[in-house]
Every structure is written in structure tokens, then in C-alpha cells.
């Protein structure tokens, strides 16, 4: 079975300033690892997932994030934040070649101030 | 359709009523997935359909939920004799299937307020 800790529930921060937000996972199978972000009243959209391959994934709007197998974490990071960025990020997790169960984090929320 | 389609996108109801939350997916897609999301907390994953058939319902917290697809495509979720604690909200999602086929496509949900 995997799992997903978001170490963080809220995160403000500056407009324009960097910003980083932290999963980790465990699981005892290869894994692949997600990022989605859910704006206000709207669903949940893919920002940027890993499968295989480079450990570095860039997705939409700017973000990226890193896959570190030793560390089991796949943190989120922005250079440069825009005030519409303010959303919920969640980190999700799936097994590997054939799972269909994507496990879900409880979310951060990023808050980005003027 | 362009996306997953939910309705209602609201639903209060009484303590003890029963309720139906619906789910279009995208044309096409074989796989179809329910997840609630609780105030403050993640996605919990419900059940997981590929075609009519639902390989994984580990997710349904009791036998008062039950779900079912027809013809491949919609999706209803029930909620039977509903208490406080099934407020939520609840989110469909659906994909093509195939390891290659990871993105899940997400509904705007149903959220359910029990009173």
C-alpha cells in the first residue's frame, strides 16, 4: 500500500518570491507521483507527474517539482509566484505498472500575498 | 462530452435520506473513479470502475454506499440512509486505461450537506 504526508497545510508567501512545497511518500513498489492543483470552486487538474525517467519534472505555469527516491519525496517548487497561484496543491501517489488506486495527500494550501 | 460532468453540483438533504450523486465521464474513457473529499482533508478514494465492472470498492467506508456504471459511461453513487458524517465532497474522475494513461480527469463535484 502507499501513502502520501504533505508536510505543510498552509503556505503563505510573497508574490514574485520562491516557493517550495514538500511531499513524501512510502511505498514497498516502484511508484508514479503526481501533483495536482485544485483553484477556488473549480476540480482538480494535473500540474506535473513523474513516471520514469529524468528525477526533474516541469509542468504547467511554472512549477516543478524533483523525484528523490533516497529521501522517498517529490517536493514542488516555484521560482516565482503570481497571486493566481493561490489554489490547493495536492500530492498523489500510484503504484507503479497497473495500480489504478491513486492516493491522494491532504492538500497545502498556497496563499500568495501582494 | 469535453470534461467529467457532476450533478447535482449541490445536494443538501435530511439525516436518513437517501441520495444519488451522478457522474458523466469523458466519452471515450474507460476507467472511472469516486473520491470524497472531507473539509481539511485529501481525496479518499471510493471504488474504481474500468467498463461496468468495479475491481476495487475497498474505498466505500460502509455498506450504506453502493455505486454502479452503465453502458460503459455514467456513473451513479448512493448514499443510503445518509448521516452528518457523509458530508463531503464528492469527485469523479475518469481516465483512459493503460500504465501509459495516468492523468485522471476531474468533475467540479457534488457537494453533499446532510442535515
Known amino acids: 500500500a502507499q501513502s502520501v504526508t504533505q508536510l505543510d497545510s498552509q503556505v503563505p508567501v510573497f508574490e514574485e518570491a520562491p516557493v517550495e512545497l514538500r511531499c513524501n511518500y512510502s511505498?514497498?513498489?516502484?511508484?508514479?507521483l503526481f501533483w495536482y492543483v485544485q483553484y477556488p470552486n473549480q476540480g482538480l487538474q494535473l500540474l506535473l507527474k513523474y513516471l520514469s525517467g529524468s528525477t526533474l519534472v516541469k509542468g504547467i505555469n511554472g512549477f516543478e517539482a524533483e523525484f528523490n527516491k533516497s529521501q522517498t519525496s517529490f517536493h514542488l517548487r516555484k521560482p516565482s509566484v503570481h497571486i493566481s497561484d493561490t489554489a490547493e496543491y495536492f500530492c498523489?501517489?500510484?503504484?507503479?505498472?497497473?495500480?489504478?488506486?491513486?492516493?491522494f495527500g491532504a492538500g497545502t494550501r498556497l496563499f500568495v500575498k501582494a | 462530452g469535453a470534461g467529467v460532468s457532476q450533478s447535482p453540483s449541490n445536494k443538501v438533504t435530511e439525516k436518513g435520506k437517501d441520495v444519488e450523486l451522478r457522474c458523466d465521464p469523458i466519452s471515450g474513457h474507460t476507467a472511472l473513479y469516486w473520491y470524497r473529499q472531507s473539509l481539511g482533508q485529501g481525496l479518499e478514494f471510493l471504488i474504481y470502475f474500468q467498463g461496468n465492472s468495479a475491481p476495487d470498492k475497498s474505498g466505500l467506508p460502509s455498506d450504506r454506499f453502493s455505486a454502479e456504471r452503465t453502458g460503459g459511461s455514467v456513473s451513479t453513487l448512493t448514499i443510503q440512509r445518509t448521516q452528518q458524517e457523509d458530508s463531503a465532497v464528492y469527485l469523479c474522475?475518469?481516465?483512459?486505461?493503460?500504465?501509459?494513461?495516468?492523468?485522471?480527469?476531474f468533475g467540479q463535484g457534488t457537494r453533499l450537506t446532510v442535515v
Open positions: 498523489a501517489v500510484r503504484a507503479a505498472g497497473g495500480g489504478f488506486k491513486t492516493i
Open positions: 511505498s514497498s513498489v516502484s511508484v508514479y
Open positions: 474522475a475518469s481516465s483512459l486505461v493503460g500504465a501509459e494513461h495516468t492523468e485522471a480527469f
